[in-house]
């Protein structure tokens, strides 16, 4: 059964004229969250191994690693500079790999920016992604972490987190679904300014037993929630009226 993480999700949701949410894709906009269309660069560990850690990255060391990049994706170990990075499958799959010992390893996607005035259609925002299964099955202690970021404006020097990091060990992430909603209300400052956001993947420091692990991580997705036209609106609560006067008169 898939298990779904829904942070800052909107106290009012939008409905449809049938009652249920009615999601935009933005995958077009944010064409780096389809792996199979770009390639994935690498950052040595001098620069980018401040975001391995236990627990996920810092906002800092997102910011110094990730701030003056090019939109795009970005991977890196502890140990073996030229060793083994991040790698996509045929099907999109993204192949997240440890490094070998006790190192560590990351990938990073870099969007390219939101601007306000495309924010401005919608009350939130929800980035996806599913993981898949495990290179070796009998490795399942490492650890995993997946955490959002932006910076509003496009502004890499007020880097801020969206909901909370994502953690667990690789054994209990796999086959899954998640997801951060990011609403309006909680979130007014994105909306306004426009922001770009970084999604960093990323093992915990390791040990020895868990080297070279993978965790399959696909099907990206960025989606945008509507503001409703004032025709719907007028729908929604005649209809809403309509069933208060009918309950009355019972």
């Given at each position: ?5 829904f942070?800052?999700?909107?106290a ?5 004229a ?13 064409p780096?969250?389809?792996a ?6 690498r950052i040595?560990?001098?620069?980018g191994?401040?975001l391995?850690?236990n ?13 003056s ?12 500079n030229n060793?083994?990075l991040?790698?996509?499958t045929?099907?999109?799959a993204t ?10 390893g990351?990938?990073?996607?870099k969007f390219n ?9 919608y ?7 599913d993981?898949g299964g495990l290179?070796?099955t009998?490795r399942t ?5 997946f955490s ?7 502004e890499?020097d007020?880097l801020?987190q ?7 060990l ?9 997801s951060?909603t990011i609403?309006?209300d ?13 999604l960093?993947?990323n ?13 399959a991580?696909?099907s ?9 036209e004032p ?7 005649f209809?809403l009226g309509?069933?208060c ?6």
């Amino acid at each position: 059964m898939k298990t779904s993480f829904f942070l800052a999700l909107p106290a009012a949701a939008i409905l449809s004229a049938h009652g249920a949410e009615v999601w935009s894709s933005l995958d077009g906009i944010i064409p780096e969250l389809k792996a199979g269309e770009t390639s994935i660069s690498r950052i040595n560990y001098s620069s980018g191994g401040a975001l391995i850690a236990n627990g996920g990255p810092s906002a800092s060391a997102v910011q110094s690693v990730l701030g003056s990049l090019d939109a795009g994706w970005y991977s890196g170990n502890k140990n073996n500079n030229n060793g083994t990075l991040a790698s996509v499958t045929e099907d999109d799959a993204t192949k997240l790999i440890s490094a070998s010992g006790a190192g560590g390893g990351f990938t990073a996607v870099k969007f390219n920016e939101l601007s306000a005035n495309t924010l401005s259609g919608y009350e939130a925002l929800r980035i996806s992604f599913d993981t898949g299964g495990l290179s070796n099955t009998s490795r399942t202690g490492q650890p995993q972490n997946f955490s959002l970021w932006y910076s509003l404006g496009g502004e890499g020097d007020s880097l801020l987190q969206a909901g909370s990091t994502i953690s667990g060990l690789a054994g209990s992430l796999t086959n899954k679904s998640y997801s951060w909603t990011i609403s309006k209300d909680e979130y007014t400052a994105l909306f306004n300014q426009g922001a770009t956001f970084y999604l960093v993947l990323n093992t915990g420091v390791l040990d020895t037993s868990y080297a070279y692990q993978e965790l399959a991580v696909n099907s990206f997705s960025v989606e945008g929630l509507p503001v409703p036209e004032p025709s719907s609106c007028a729908a929604a609560l005649f209809g809403l009226g309509a069933l208060c006067l009918k309950r009355k008169r019972r």
